[in-house]
């Protein structure tokens, strides 16, 4: 088949690195960077690392409200999928360009497949809820990478297409988890950080989402990371861009003792979750790593649609939202400073991380013939 796959952000990336190898192996890819994260701190070195092939089309469409983002999404799509007229469009996730690139192919006529169909945080107020919701109901194929998932598409009245295949994320942790399993790792990412980092002696951090960008919700977490970062743990926080524009608009101050850095690389990041005494954020995808990687992990919202993440991990993936005492209890009871040291050791040395086999689950649920259309 030929089939045009659309990326924009750095979860994306990670997910296209996972599938990329096996699918273009079988079939005819075309690639397509929609530019929604495009700049070298926050998807750009991620082609380099990740081993991905440079887009074939970028259409450096970041920025702009969620309405203009998506417009231009839609306006750079549309005459490719024209011109190549693709038997399929592959979509990842649940950002502005999951839903550009749903709508474009269903406009034109062609089939999409969404990778991680069927997750719902059943919270309207978040605009990736509205982008998986959309994406699935004009999907072909649906890949979900949970029971859950399959459960929520089946509740919607969605069961031809859907596949449950696994996780594409935990098909690259996996691929590289020996790597960063060595503790000397920190010495390096220390040094061009300017952060003293040694195992289970700092958290890390990632903020993003929309919701965690209001003037109260940001003076909340800051307050969480405040009281949670001292000299002898620091707090490692990797702002993504559009949460720093918006601190600074708000003179979020943040303390001494968190140390704001860029977004880091896929290895990097693993490294710094792997090794933190507990990692706090609002990211899907870190919560999932940190579940795999047995990292206690707060999730900074009040909602997750990767429930069976928090359910799996035995008590180790909470969600706390943006409540500090709720914060404050949860950190000190899965990560106290005496102990996370050799919790931080202990787990790194353990660690055997198993793929999903998701890459292997989608390529045999597209060259199955579709047993029926919605």
């Known amino acids: ?3 045009v796959s659309v990326v924009g952000t750095r979860p994306q ?6 599938l990329q190898p096996a699918l273009r192996a079988r079939h005819d890819e075309l690639f397509i960077d929609t530019g929604q ?5 926050m998807a750009g070195a991620f082609f380099a690392e990740l081993g991905l092939a440079r887009p074939d089309h970028a259409l450096g469409a970041g920025g702009g409200s969620h309405a203009e983002q998506t417009a231009a999404m839609l306006r750079g799509l549309e005459p490719i999928l024209l011109e190549t007229r693709p038997d399929a469009v592959l979509v990842y996730g649940d950002t502005n360009s999951t839903l550009a690139g749903s709508l474009a192919a269903a406009k034109l ?11 719902r945080s059943f919270d309207r107020r978040m605009p990736e809820e509205l982008n998986r919701i959309v994406s699935d109901h004009l999907a072909t194929w649906l890949f979900a990478p949970t029971a859950t998932a399959v459960a929520n598409l089946r509740h919607e009245g969605i069961e031809a297409g859907v596949a449950l295949v696994g996780d594409l994320m935990q098909d690259l942790a996996a691929r590289v988890s020996a790597e960063v399993r060595d503790p000397r790792l920190l010495e390096g990412i220390a040094s061009r950080l300017g952060v003293p980092l040694a195992p289970g002696e700092y958290l890390f951090a990632t903020v993003h989402r929309q919701e965690n960008r209001e003037p ?21 926080l990797a702002l993504h861009p559009g949460t ?47 579940a795999w990687l047995g990292v ?7 909602t997750t649609e990767w429930a069976e993440a928090v359910a799996s991990s035995t008590g180790q993936v909470v969600i706390v939202g943006v409540d500090h005492a709720l914060a404050s209890d949860t950190l000190a009871r899965l990560a106290p ?38």
């Open 1 to 3: 088949m030929k089939i």
């Open 13 to 18: 990336l990670i997910k296209a690195a996972a």
């Open 37 to 41: 994260h495009w700049d070298e701190s």
């Open 109 to 119: 006529g062609i089939p999409v497949a969404h990778v991680e169909a069927g997750l």
């Open 216 to 236: 109260a919700a940001m003076r909340a977490w800051a307050s969480i990371l405040r009281g949670a970062s001292s000299m002898d743990r620091p707090v490692v």
């Open 244 to 290: 720093r524009v918006a601190m600074e608009r708000e003179g979020i101050d943040l303390g001494r003792e968190v140390a704001i850095v860029e977004p880091q690389g896929y290895r990097t990041s693993l490294a710094l979750q792997l090794h933190a005494a507990a990692v706090l954020t609002d990211s899907g995808g870190v919560q999932r790593e940190a």
């Open 296 to 302: 206690p992990c707060l999730v900074l919202r009040s």
């Open 337 to 374: 400073r005496a102990a996370a040291p050799r919790s931080a050791a202990a787990r790194a040395a353990g660690l055997e991380l198993a793929s999903a086999g998701a890459a292997a689950a989608i390529l045999a649920a597209l060259d199955e013939p579709l047993a029926g259309s919605r």
